[in-house]
Each structure stands twice: as C-alpha cells, then as structure tokens.
C-alpha cells in the first residue's frame, strides 16, 4: 500500500527569522503539538516556528539559543546546532505544566546541545533554558560511531530517541532513557548511558538504507515513525532522497508495519493522535533549499492495515 500525504500548508512566517533570510521555514526536523499549536523545529535555525491549525495565519518564532547563524549555506551548516527532534515532556515537580524539549543531532561538537522550553498554566511557551547535551552524547560515542539522533518521544517513565543511520553506518535504532534521569543530566552535564539500545531494521529502497527521521508514542505502546532513504554516506552531508515511508514498531524495534510514500517527501517531523482504529498523522518536511518552504502534511493509517 501507498500512502498519499495531503498538503495543508507551507510553513510560512510572519518575519523572517534574520535578514537576508526568507519569512518561512525550509528545513523543518522536528514536530510536536499541543493543543491547536504545532512547534516546528529547523535545523538550520536558532528558534522554533509556532503555527495554528487555523489556515492561512503565519507562524511566529521563538528564540531557543542567542547570536547569529552565517547566511552562506556551506557556512551556515558548519555553524547550525542541528536541532533534530521536538517531543513534550509530562507534568512533573519540575515542570508543574510540561514543557518542550528539543535535541540537536549530536553528529559533530557543535551539534550537542538542546533547548527546554518551560510552558505555563495555558500551555504557553513561559522561559527557555539552554541545555548541555554532551555527557548523553559522549556515553554513546563508542556504542554508536556515527551519532545522529533525528527523532524523541516520551513513554511512560522514559525517554526514547531514534538513532538515524546511513549508507556508510546503516545501524538506526531506539535509545531508551530513563526521563528524570535525562533530564538530570540536561542539568549537569553527566555521562548518562542508555537504558537500553534496540536496532530498527527498515530495508532499502533502490539500494539507498531505509532511516528513521523522527517518531511518536501510540496508546498500546507501539511507536509509529517516519524514514527516509537518502542517498548519503555520512551523518553530516545531505544526499537526493529516493523514497520515504511510514511504520510502526515495538517496543523492541520490531517493525510490525511499513508503507512506502506514494511521493518521496523527505518528512522529518511526525505527530499522531488516534480515534478508534486510525491514526491521524501530521507530517513536517525538509526541503534542503533554503528558498523553499517547508510543507506541513496531514495522512491516516489503520492500525488494522
């Protein structure tokens, strides 16, 4: 089975996030939503876009980290903190009405740090706070060479993160945390190991390895995800994207489902509410051409399928 993803708009701003840069959002990698509003991480920006399901009302932009990223591309890249996944964190003593969490990729030094944003009595962002991300990361160096966290979500009592992998290091996988545990160590910089590693075989398509690009909790404690196969030997440089699809996994990283795109949108983003039997996804994309717009897609899945 095929899926078609229907387009429900592009990612456009009401100001551009610098000057010299275009009132829109290309690269977006990450999405979480709460309520009506959806938060879209990009990649190769400092803040997170925040968008109404409402048509036709620009996002506005909230400020994750200070300073200024180069505007040459090649420049911009080496210097962007590659925020990779978006997830909300559940009510807890610390954060009494939850809060968001972003996580850069991890795959170069300057791609280890993270933003959390603290959110109020109306589910509003209230203060962001810059995160330390490199004692999660130095922990795994040695388990996984080519870091490259692309997705989050919170499960119960823990935190999982999707290692994406690629032609040269095709391992992808579920990084379980411990949740306070994690985000003690947001706090302090410590080495914190994982709980537990599970590989998530996904194939190929056209001999391009088939990678999880982000992911979401289902209420059985299946996670549904989105992959792409790009044509790229690393985790820093981008490749053309030759297919893309669906799926849903264990807990182990056991794929019990997998659909293939009918379009190879190279979707980075994933957010899932369920009613019955279907799945209600939202879906961001990356464009990988800053004049481009990033599109925000909506589909439905079957859990009987």
């Known amino acids: 089975m095929l ?16 000057a010299g840069r275009p009132a829109h959002l290309s690269a977006a990698s990450g999405l979480a939503r ?3 509003s959806l938060y879209v991480v990009a990649d190769d920006e400092l803040h997170i876009g925040v968008f109404e399901m409402s048509p036709g009302m620009p996002g506005r932009l909230l400020r994750m980290f200070s300073g200024e990223l ?18 909300v964190l559940p009510r807890s003593a610390g954060h ?3 809060a968001l969490l972003a996580i850069a990729s991890g795959s170069t030094a300057r791609r280890r740090k993270g933003a959390l944003v603290t959110l109020d009595a109306q589910s509003n962002p209230s203060t962001v706070r810059e995160c330390d991300l490199s004692g999660i990361f130095a922990a795994l160096e040695t ?16 935190l999982c993160l999707l290692q994406r992998g690629n032609r040269s290091a095709p391992q992808s996988g579920v990084l379980r945390y411990e949740l306070a545990a994690f985000l003690e160590s947001l706090e302090s910089g410590a080495l914190l190991a994982p709980r537990s590693f599970c590989a998530l075989e996904l194939g190929a398509i056209d001999g391009v390895t088939l990678s999880p690009t982000d992911g979401a909790i289902l209420p ?5 995800f989105s992959a792409v196969a790009e044509d790229t030997k690393d985790s820093y440089r981008d490749g053309p994207c030759v297919g893309a ?4 996994a264990r807990p182990d990283g056991q794929v019990r489902s997998l659909w293939r795109l009918e379009h190879p949108h ?25 004049a481009i717009a990033a599109g925000l897609y909506s589909a439905s899945i079957s859990l009987q399928a």
Not at 4 to 18: F, G, M, Q, V, Y
Not at 77 to 84: F, S, Y
Not at 143 to 158: D, K, M, T, Y
Not at 271 to 285: E, F, H, K, M, P
């Open 143 to 158: 388990q996984i060479p080519a870091l490259n966290i692309e997705g989050a979500f919170v499960h119960g009592s823990e």
């Open 34 to 36: 709460i309520g009506n």
């Open 220 to 224: 059985d404690g299946d996670f549904i």
């Open 266 to 290: 190279k979707v980075e983003g994933v957010d899932a509410s369920v009613a019955g039997d279907i799945v209600q996804l939202l879906l961001v994309t990356d464009a990988d051409d800053p």
């Open 245 to 248: 699809a669906l799926g849903i």
């Open 96 to 98: 009494p009405h939850g």
């Open 70 to 87: 180069p505007g040459p591309k090649a420049e911009r890249k080496a210097h962007k903190p590659d925020l990779e996944a978006l997830t």
């Open 3 to 18: 899926i078609l993803l229907t387009k429900l708009r592009e990612l456009d701003l009401a100001s551009p996030p610098s």
